[in-house]
């Protein structure tokens, strides 16, 4: 979780599990062990089993059932479609839950889930302007994430990169290379 620019890994390193809020309260149980989390319904597997997919996602793998999904989605297969409503609805509620503790301006949808955009997005407005009824000045963005599969490499090397350029002292020398480490001491 990302919060005024700083990352923030809570009490037990778990802060920023969107997938793990629970959405349904007597929904099914998730493999956290919880009900009706919004991966449930959002998550890869979810949204595929729902779209009648389930018996290839066992036989071919995620990454080519993933792709007939997609060719099904763009020729407005009812079963993708209805899918896909579902889990926007479910990303709705998770995010009214995420706006609602959090009050951030921007939510980006990553994964398979910047590329279900699209298909997604009415159903999560649908979902969130229930929300600005109660607040009709709220402004939120709801975008897709630009840098697909590498947003977390590239993340975690812009989070290093401030980390030693903010305070080049605190980076300990290299293991090994006492040369450097003389250097540094002096
Ligand atoms: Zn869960």
Redesign the pocket.
Known sequence: MVLDGRIHLGSHGIAGEP??IPVAMDGPR?????RG?L??YAGPEAVLTAAGLGDALTRDGLESTLHRFATAASAADPAALAALDTAGRALGAGIVAITSLLDVDEIVLGGVLAQWYPHLYPAIDRELSQRRAIAPTIQLDITPALLGADAILLGAIEFARRAVLSDPATVPPVPGNAEAGLSQAN
């Not at 998730?30 to 919880?34: L, M, S, T, V």
């Open positions: 997938g793990h998730c493999d956290c062990g919880a989390c991966v449930c």
